[in-house]
């Protein structure tokens, strides 16, 4: 088994075919991922970037609409109420910004219902676009 990373069709077979990586083909066959990388090197089999999968990382003011909302909601999900705070009915709660300038101080956001949350904006926003994005 462990001088399997010297054959390039093995190696191209379980980091192109299997996407596994470096360090996992190192752990096949009990060498560091360093040594499998230098073999890479050696047939020049282009590697992937070690990066690829995760997602940017964008400063705050930069991040669309969409993203923030994301972000947000997943710094509230465990504070989410069971029910609407301003109706108090047990409906599906979406995220609202309280001052629509969507700062990233969570204080500035709360969950609302559909119909709450369309009130809200309605009465807190002055005949300004809105939209609302309802996460399931
Ligand atoms: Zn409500």
């Not at 993203?67 to 504070?79: A, Q, T």
Request: aromatic fraction near 12%; charged fraction near 40%; proline fraction near 3%.
């Amino acid at each position: 088994m462990k001088n399997l990373y010297r054959d390039r069709r093995w190696l191209q077979k379980q980091y192109c075919q299997e996407k596994k990586t470096l360090k996992e083909i190192g752990e096949i066959c009990d060498v560091k991922e360093s040594c499998i990388s230098k073999w890479m090197n050696r047939f020049s089999i282009p590697t992937r970037k070690k990066n690829k999968f995760q997602p940017k990382i964008i400063d705050w003011e930069y991040a669309s609409y969409i993203i923030k909302h994301y972000r947000v909601k997943k710094r509230l999900e465990l504070s989410k109420p069971l029910k609407c705070p301003i109706c108090n009915k047990d409906k599906k709660l979406e995220l609202s910004n309280k001052d629509h300038k969507y700062r990233e101080d969570i204080d500035d956001w709360q969950y609302l219902c559909h119909k709450c949350h369309y009130i809200y904006d309605k009465t807190t926003i002055n005949n300004s676009i809105k939209c609302i994005i309802r996460f399931k």
